[in-house]
């Protein structure tokens, strides 16, 4: 059974930093793009940043310049460092992987996190 679990999540003032981290645990063949996305009270889910297993990053408009996202293979973890924290940040953050089960070696499937909440005051 797959599994990822955030961590994290806090609540801040503008101008500071936080890190998030994803683990994702389980039996898989492979384990594909790990992202972050995030969704404000009232709004869609939206994506943060995301990187594939050879290191191309897509970050979405909002956080570029101040997000930096990190993936550690044999952990099986992705990392969100945030800096210069504002209000608009504000949301809960979700994990995503893309894994490709033993049962199905040519197919990957999205998998969420339960999210971490991060609350950024000005």
């Known amino acids: 059974q797959v599994q990822l679990v955030e961590s994290g999540g806090d609540s801040v003032q503008a101008g500071d930093s936080l890190r998030l981290s994803c683990k994702v645990s389980?039996?898989?063949?492979?384990?594909?793009?790990l992202g972050w996305y995030r969704q404000a009270p009232g709004q869609e889910r939206e994506l943060v940043a995301d990187v594939a297993p050879f290191g191309r990053r897509n970050f979405g408009g909002h956080v570029r310049g101040r997000f930096t996202i990190s993936r550690d293979e044999l952990k099986k973890t992705t990392e969100l460092q945030m800096n210069n924290l504002g209000p608009e940040d504000t949301g809960v953050y979700y994990c995503?992987?893309?894994?490709?089960?033993?049962?199905?070696?040519?197919?990957?499937?999205?998998?969420w996190g339960q999210g971490t909440q991060v609350t950024v005051s000005s």
């Open positions: 389980g039996d898989f063949y492979k384990l594909g793009v």
């Open positions: 995503q992987a893309h894994i490709a089960l033993w049962t199905n070696i040519n197919e990957f499937v999205w998998y």
